[in-house]
């Protein structure tokens, strides 16, 4: 919270100087862009009207607060929608660049979004950067430049993070070397590229902490101080090497649990903070006979999961062994601490990715992206209660605050 | 047949009164004689029974070749009388409404008008487009409306012009339409 | 031709420069880009391969060579697809930004295109520039600045034109005053924005004429010098104000002759010189029957002209008033001399804008917003001959060399 | 089914390769082992009869959730052998051909591998798919095959990275993919 009044403060200030420059730019150039109203037009160009427009502002965050992302394949822009998933409402858009990030902090007050573009569409020079969004106005309220060093994969949830008190953000680079690019929010700047060994994903813990997963099945947990210098110590491996794990686990901010779902059907489990990973025992989530129906997860975000309630949400359907990430028309709700399957819910739609509402009464989200349709349902009962379409090209993601 | 005909001829009205404040052969008229008399209309066509959203919103109401065929009881339909004449998405499918622009983006205070007729009231009035900018294409309730909508050299009734002289921070991009009313336009 | 061999010598070099200058600007940044093979990939990085990857270059452009144009709906990027009009052969790509034109010089051996970009997707620091490609190669040739002054609209084809000697190239600003940019393309640079009246497209004569179309419905030809200085001179008024003119008339940079529908189906035509403009006799397309029977032209670019057949191509179909933008299914072959409907081609699609190649043996080409298909027909008996889909979002116009 | 295994243990020979260059711990393998054996292997399952151009080239033969299912005479199909692994578009749709880039892209040195059996010889090649970059996403022939496909922290196998790598001008944007044959993989 602080952080975010903060940007309020400076950050309008920062970034205004900013345009200023961008002005002054302009002005240099021998003809000034379209911003005046033509003097040719005459008076119609600014008619007075009977109704009075206005630019709406979304209201606060709640728990049912959905952002779609919309990355296309591998396009070069992006669309983020920003969903009242109380009632299926589209509330506004957001634009961002090559597969970006979409990071939700403040419980949902400000969003930071890790982009990258090209000056000529997609060649040329690279400009990467993070813009924050006031998520209820969706102005920009920080533009912080980073070094070209984002790992543009399909977009992953965790390979960029915020930190758990939301002081610092933390993306991933991959090329030339391995590394995790530190930003300190509250300074808006971009502080260093801290070296580290051939590890994925980011899950924050608090007081500067970062765990990382790695080849061999371990996790890394990284310690970083303000000017990005790091103690680094490996966990024990969790995984064994034939259990391909799901790019996109469940992790929550909140209380640290790790749900990462593999594509033979088993959920490894860790509850990270300062002092470790504590790891968890291994969920095989379907039974011998569901085995033999060839019931096995897939999808591209495939699990979500509820802090309070202790449930995982599994994507899956009956399929051939490597169709892991095609959509599932089916949702396994597993009770975390047993592994025992609660309920199964029937979604009745191509389904790529899934996410859950935090609250006592939570709703379940599920995003098409053959549809381009965000559907959502009662996550105790199944029912489907509304939809939204139109959603771009190929919405693949969902992000819910506290998540 | 006929409300056709009462279209065209407002839409002829326009032009006559933009060719008479400036000349025939002028550069470009101003509607400075109808603003007068539209400023003093009290009663507007306001959608008062509140948003009917439908959360399913894809596209509807698209125009056909036989024509724009106007409701008044979707705003978030193409035909939905006020948008006879919005190449692009309505504001109201993008976070907006029907005359406020979505968050985050910049309202030109510029437009190009049109003369679409209210099978409600059985009136006619003028509206005034205004571009929400900033932002890319919404991408929602896209619509291809061309009731009055005029060639590029009469730019105040062409839809086909990024609207968004004015806008913030120089922003020519288009996001979506608003259909705000000037008044009555007979 | 000469322009041509002359980007090839010295325009590389440019490039490289601008290139080279991008890179060290790059080098200061802290971390480098993903430009080389990450040491951590290991061999299979650039493993050897059995087969032999290469780079096509395309064959050299022909009469039946087409470009179809993807703007999107006024997207921040586009698409213009190269294709072999003999075989519906997808030939290559080329990226644009928002509202691009396509201008082909040298018997189509170049493609200029004018583009705009933001450096925050849609909003942020504009840029106009011109990129000048080599058709077989596909290779930016040169790159040009030009002030942030292109008038953005849905394409229209002629807003934007190359001289008849290809020595110049000319853009059209509309905000804050009209005026037309003027670009050596010799010296690849920007010379000018040259003030004008209220007036509309651009249509080029030799010895550095250039007509345009006024809103009281005259031209206005335009003489202009190396520095931008012109000499401007009206023609008289050629149409009535109720006659709506077609944002996109068919102009023959070759043959001078200007082609210009009006919604209500009459055919104005003029022979745009140095001496000035020669207007022939309106055509009224349809008889009175037809007209009762609603047969209307409609389209986004509805109208294409063949030299030496003399014949004009008219995209119509039977529509309400008001409904001109709409596609079409039917061709109307018109004899640009007597007027006659020579021919009707059923073109079996909703057509949005056409074209036909200006050999003997012409090929009409169709493109198709609604289906995302170029389809190909034989412009004399109306065959459709063949087709190629997948062309975008919303391909709406057709490009061909010596048009 | 016995294709389906065939297929398994090929992919598993490949992971326990590279497990065994570097050790099961140790950071990312290298397919040194493979590369030997694939140079000295003359006979390239290469198509010769010649590209079979269908004008009407939409996206054909994607892959369901019953599995990859390859055919062996249209390259221009998803389910076309050599594309086991590729999640992007197949450049052939492109303006390149199967084997190589569109012009005006740039080649990337660099791949990820699979693993693909082909029906029409019942023999399992490797393949090395390398992007085509420095233009934004073709759209043509859009596929999702995942036959053999690996997360992201065995990279080598993922088809989710932009494998722009070494590409000219550090153009890290995606155009296309092209599947050529590094050897025999059994």
């Known amino acids: ?403 | 047949m006929n409300k056709q005909n009462k279209f065209d001829s407002t839409i002829e009205k326009i032009a006559r009164t933009t060719a008479n404040k400036t000349g025939r052969r002028g550069f470009i008229g101003k509607l400075g004689g109808f603003l007068v008399g539209a400023t003093l209309l009290p009663l507007l066509p306001v959608d008062r029974r509140g948003r009917l959203k439908d959360a399913h919103a894809a596209t509807t109401g698209t125009m056909d070749r036989s024509g724009f065929k106007p409701q008044d009881h979707d705003t978030q339909a193409c035909d939905y009388w006020r948008h006879c004449s919005i190449d692009g998405n309505l504001c109201d499918c993008c976070g907006g409404t029907l005359t406020s622009c979505p968050p985050g983006t910049s309202l030109s205070p510029s437009s190009w008008v049109a003369s679409c007729y209210n099978p409600g009231d059985d009136q006619t009035y003028l509206i005034a487009y205004r571009d929400c900018c900033g932002k890319q294409t919404c991408g929602r309730c896209s619509c291809l409306n061309t009731e009055g909508e005029l060639p590029v050299y009469r730019p105040e009734f062409s839809n086909d012009i990024v609207w968004c002289f004015g806008a913030d921070n120089d922003d020519m991009t288009y996001h979506c339409t608003i259909s705000p009313v000037v008044g009555k336009a007979s």
Chains 1, 3 share one sequence.
């Open chain 1, 1 to 403: 919270m602080r952080i975010f009044q903060h940007y309020f403060r400076n950050g309008r200030s920062a970034i205004a100087g900013k345009i200023a420059i961008a002005t002054l730019l302009a002005a240099s150039q021998p003809v000034l862009a379209g911003g005046a109203v033509p003097s040719q037009l005459g008076s119609e160009a600014t008619v007075q009207l009977m109704d009075e427009p206005t630019i709406l502002t979304a209201p606060p965050s709640d728990a049912k607060r959905v952002y779609v992302l919309d990355p296309g394949a591998f396009h070069m822009t992006s669309q983020i929608f920003t969903i009242d998933g109380n009632n299926s409402e589209l509330l506004g858009m957001t634009d961002a660049g090559k597969l970006p990030h979409v990071l939700l902090g403040d419980n949902g007050n400000f969003m930071a979004v890790p982009s990258t573009v090209y000056n000529r569409i997609a060649r040329g020079i690279r400009d990467d950067y993070i813009e924050v969004f006031d998520t209820r106005t969706l102005n920009v309220i920080a533009d912080i430049d980073i070094p070209e060093g984002r790992f543009l994969t399909a977009v992953m949830e965790h390979m960029a993070t915020l930190s758990t008190d939301d002081k610092h953000l933390l993306f991933q680079q991959f090329s030339p070397s391995p590394a995790i690019g530190l930003v300190d929010l509250e300074q808006q700047k971009f502080v260093k590229m801290m070296p580290i060994p051939d590890c994925y994903h980011l899950f924050p813990a608090p007081n500067q902490n970062v765990f990382m997963h790695c080849r061999d099945g371990s996790m890394l947990q990284i310690s970083y101080d303000n000017e990005g210098n790091t103690q680094q110590k490996p966990t024990k491996v969790f995984h064994p090497e034939d259990d391909y794990l799901f790019n996109n686990p469940a992790y929550s901010r909140k209380s640290g649990r790790l749900v990462w779902p593999s594509t033979n059907g088993k959920i490894f489990q860790a509850n990270l903070s300062e002092s470790g990973a504590e790891f968890l025992k291994t969920i095989e989530v379907f039974s011998d006979q569901q085995k033999a129906d060839k019931w096995r997860p897939g999808g591209w975000q495939p699990v979500a999961y509820h802090d309070d309630r202790n449930e995982i949400y599994l994507l899956a359907d009956q399929r051939a062994e490597w169709t892991h990430k095609l959509p599932s028309r089916y949702v396994f709700v597993i009770d975390a601490a047993s592994g025992k399957q609660l309920r199964r819910l029937e979604l009745g739609h191509e389904i790529t990715g899934i996410g859950v509402s935090q609250d006592d009464k939570p709703y379940l989200f599920a995003v098409s992206a053959d549809d381009a349709t965000l559907y959502t349902f009662d996550a105790v009962t199944g029912k489907e209660l509304s939809s939204i379409d139109e959603l771009g090209r190929a919405p693949s993601m969902v992000f819910l605050p506290r998540e």
